[in-house]
């Protein structure tokens, strides 16, 4: 019996034992093996808190409280791992709750950070994780001092046992003293040398919930009393609702109310509510049913007037003009503009959508004292914030119950975004517990998405074949020109390139949208990484390079970039000598403090079916703290990228998206996906990069430069499906 | 409309509209919630399930259409995650966010029950259907012939 099926008075009853740390959604038993069985939730663990992040019980069954969001990126087993190291503690003594977003709020936010986005978990987020597992082992090893009149020093604490000569404990009977402890002076965390449980491959402590169903997701919230809301927005977004026709449809089976939803003029932020209409019944089914049947007018403005081929009509014109400079230099212009031997290349990729697996949705109880939320968002946080926001109400009684997120890759930050809202309102104007969730098609239309992008990159030739100068111009929608995300929709990727060229010059336009984006998977490395990687294999082999012995010389100064070319070198055996209709690609690109290069091996029919054998992915990320996790990352992180590389692209036509479902818009599936090899180059030292993210961007490039070994043609845009790839 | 249905070997009368996808009565219905929305239009295979041992996307079969068949979901596979699929699942560690994986584990569950020994092509061609946005599909495929492995025990 989990969560959702607690009865109000037993889920109170839980969230107050919780002392905070709601034992809502899940527990799990942390697996010594893989087959081990996830044991339900009975009742709470009694236990003594040490701090906010762990409580131990009697037995020395330890509780995590873990700050983040699990989406399959392993956050649940990097906060274990991260805490168990320092308290060094038996992995099998762990069990993991969600900590309470509410009594973050509450305290200042004592949780420090609890969104999770930007591959950031470990990399960023890992001191003071592991400083909490750090400063409760001090303390129960000072509760044992004391008691045994010795110093502290004298105390050894091992695998949850505490011992000093002869005399023994565990950290289950010295708990109840360490919890009054304060140290003078807090331990230093342990150093990546000293390290005992991190850097070994462990099984994800989630998985198994997510074979047999017991997993809860959003989506699957069950209170008493609730009723269901199936919503549309505007399909041309911030569009207004001319009129729709509740007579229509109020006497369907199950149907109770229709509630409209109003844009806030001068709020058209990425968690902001659009004009939407929503209908609410006693079942989705009824609710969607009842809301596909009911007469509804939309006005989509002037932006429906807008088209993928309106933008790149737009976005082609702008490459023509000088942009705002983010690297002003006159003579790499003019070099470009007077070199003998001059290579220049435009790309372009159109809108790409999140599509996670589970739809949009939230489900919120508004109550005179208190609201209840469920939110499929990557920062719980930021959902109560949202909903204490839309409801006017003090963020104190606004509590966010944390579930499983059925994928997140960016697209589910900002609270859970604009649904979350739609639920807080429809649940106070019906004065019942809604669960919001949107269809497929809704999902994608009102996605905020990754934008579209054009760059033109040029670049002047050297006698021996090397780039005397590069000139860069990157072009990208955003809505209202507001660049929302920082480098989400920007080109980051075109002026930070590592390569050591001796003269250089970016710009840039942010040109307007009316359709709202976010972060995605990798933001702006992602998009532009395909721009800057692509022309590097079209410079290095108008230079008579091979291009990865090309990006080795051109990075000769960079010690971590020569560890991951020279590994994917020795790793990928690289060739440029395959026959017609094989070819090999190789390209690298830097996100989240990671170096990431890949390597492609294609297939081309004469006929032009491109198939995708294997990747093989080097990492660097200055260390990996679970490489079993950070390899499922790389694997799914190059099968993100191929999707939309190869298949993807949103269809924009009068303003708004054409391709909203998964017939239309194409992911790939399990007969298209390559194999996948993953190595870690890690340089060690100061350097922590992220994981979650990095794998992907380089992935598209290196099947471009792979496709152009392979046949002779030089793809500059996406999705490759879309261009003829015949040879004879 | 009542309609009498037998789910996991257990019969549940439920009052909807015949046409009523069985997804939606699994789920909001009789509380459910393992077999996933997806799509709602068959093309992502989260919604799968078994009626009479065949592999269905449960979010295009009317409700009516499965009266007098014997339905299960992923909660009736197994009584306690012993499928060989999900033994195999766990072994590889093969879901990330899992949201698709009950449709992917019914999948292939239905696959074994008609092929001992699938080739990686086989596997390819049974379960098309049932899109991972997080890429599992390496792992899948591994796990899919462990299980043929520990089904022929």
């Not at chain 1, 607690?6 to 919780?18: D, G, M, T, V, Y």
């Not at chain 1, 809202?421 to 098609?441: C, N």
């Not at chain 1, 033109?456 to 100068?469: I, V």
């Not at chain 1, 993953?678 to 598209?700: I, Q």
Request: glycine share 10%; with cysteine; aromatic share 6%.
């Amino acid at each position: 019996m989990t969560t959702m099926n607690l009865s109000r008075r037993r889920f109170i009853q839980n969230a107050a034992a919780a002392g905070g740390g709601l034992m809502l959604g899940f527990h799990v038993p942390v697996s010594r093996a893989a087959n081990s069985l996830a044991r339900p939730i009975t009742a709470m663990p009694e236990g003594v808190e040490i701090n906010a992040w762990l409580s131990i019980d009697p037995s020395g069954l330890v509780t995590i409280r873990v700050p983040h969001t699990e989406m399959g990126q392993g956050g649940i087993t990097s906060v274990a791992m991260l805490i168990a190291e320092e308290l060094d503690v038996e992995w099998s003594k762990i069990q993991c709750v969600f900590a309470d977003a509410n009594r973050h709020i509450r305290n200042n936010r004592e949780y420090k950070v609890m969104s999770t986005h930007g591959s950031q978990l470990v990399r960023l987020q890992h001191p003071h994780l592991m400083q909490a597992g750090a400063s409760a082992r001090e303390r129960l090893k000072e509760a044992a001092a004391r008691q045994w009149g010795v110093e502290r020093s004298a105390v050894e604490a091992r695998l949850g046992e505490l011992i000093s000569g002869n005399r023994k404990g565990t950290y289950g009977e010295f708990a109840s003293a360490a919890a009054q402890i304060k140290l003078d002076k807090e331990p230093a965390i342990k150093t990546p040398g000293q390290w005992r449980l991190l850097g070994k491959p462990m099984q994800r402590i989630d998985i198994p919930h997510k074979v047999d169903g017991s997993a809860h997701y959003a989506i699957d919230t069950r209170i008493p009393g609730m009723v269901y809301a199936a919503v549309k927005a505007s399909p041309v977004p911030w569009g207004t609702l001319k009129s729709y026709n509740f007579d229509a449809i109020r006497n369907r089976p199950g149907v109770i109310a229709a509630v409209e939803l109003k844009a806030v003029p001068g709020k058209r932020g990425q968690p902001d509510l659009q004009n939407a209409i929503a209908v609410v019944a006693d079942s989705w089914w009824r609710a969607k049913t009842a809301l596909d049947l009911m007469p509804v007018e939309w006005d989509g403005g002037e932006s429906a007037k807008a088209s993928n081929a309106s933008y790149y009509r737009e976005g082609r014109a702008a490459l023509n003009v000088k942009g705002t400079p983010t690297k002003d230099d006159l003579k790499a212009i003019e070099a470009v503009q007077t070199g003998k031997k001059v290579v220049t290349a435009d790309y372009e990729r159109p809108f790409e959508t999140h599509a996670r697996m589970e739809p949009i949705n939230a489900t919120v109880h508004v109550q005179k004292d208190r609201v209840d939320v469920w939110s499929p968002t990557q920062d719980q946080s930021a959902a109560v914030l949202l909903v204490a926001d839309q409801l006017k109400v003090d963020p104190k009684i606004v509590f966010a119950h944390t579930m499983y997120l059925g994928g997140g890759f960016g697209g589910n930050g900002g609270g859970g975004t604009g649904v979350t809202r739609q639920a807080a309102e429809i649940s106070k104007q019906v004065g019942r517990p809604v669960k919001v969730l949107w269809s497929r098609e809704e999902d994608i239309a009102q996605d905020k998405q990754r934008p579209m992008g054009l760059a033109r990159l040029s670049a002047s030739l050297g006698d021996n074949g090397l780039p005397t100068a590069v000139v860069t111009r990157g072009v990208w929608f955003s809505q209202d020109r507001i660049n929302q995300v920082g480098p989400a929709t920007a080109d980051y990727p075109l002026f930070e390139m590592p390569y050591s060229f001796p003269l250089r010059h970016h710009d840039r336009h942010n040109l307007n949208t009316h359709i709202p984006s976010s972060t995605h998977r990798a933001p702006g490395a992602n998009q532009m990484g395909f721009m800057q990687e692509s022309f590097i294999d079209e410079l290095a082999i108008a230079g008579g390079w091979n291009p990865l012995d090309w990006r080795i010389e051109m990075t000769k100064d960079k010690p971590d970039w020569q560890l991951v070319l020279k590994t994917l070198k020795e790793k990928a055996n690289f060739r440029t000598d395959l026959p017609r209709g094989q070819g090999m690609g190789v390209a690298a690109v830097e996100c989240h403090g990671t170096i990431a290069a890949a390597c492609a091996t294609v297939g081309v029919s004469r006929r032009g079916e491109l198939s995708i054998e294997k990747i093989v992915i080097v990492l660097d990320a200055g260390h990996v703290i679970n490489p079993h996790a950070a390899t499922e990352q790389a694997e799914g992180s190059v099968i993100w990228e191929l999707s939309h590389a190869w298949l993807g692209g949103l269809e924009l036509e009068n303003g708004a998206f054409a391709n909203t479902n998964f017939d239309t818009y194409n992911l790939m599936r399990i007969n298209q996906a390559p194999v996948v090899e993953t190595y870690f180059a890690s340089s060690g030292g100061k350097k922590w990069g992220g994981l979650g993210e990095p794998a992907g961007p380089p992935v598209p490039p290196a099947v471009a430069n792979a496709i152009w070994y392979a046949t002779g043609k030089r793809v500059r845009s996406t999705p490759f499906v879309s261009h003829d790839l015949r040879w004879t | 409309m009542a309609i009498t249905l037998t789910i996991n070997n257990t019969s549940h009368t439920v009052d909807v509209e015949p046409e009523t996808p069985l997804l939606w009565v699994l789920r909001d219905t009789i509380g459910l919630t393992g077999t996933k929305y997806g799509c709602g239009v068959a093309a992502c295979g989260a919604c799968t399930i078994h009626v009479d041992g065949q592999p269905v996307r449960s979010c295009q079969t009317p409700a009516a259409s499965a009266v007098g068949k014997k339905v299960t979901t992923i909660e009736g596979l197994s009584p306690n995650k012993n499928h060989p699929v999900q033994q195999a699942w766990m072994e590889v560690g093969v879901p990330q966010c899992g949201y698709c994986q009950s449709g992917q584990i019914m999948s292939a569950a239905a696959l074994l029950a008609r092929r001992r020994e699938p080739t990686d092509l086989e596997i390819d061609a049974a379960m098309a259907g049932n899109i991972c946005r997080c890429g599992t599909y390496q792992r899948i495929r591994q796990a899919v012939h462990i299980a043929a492995k520990k089904a022929n025990l």
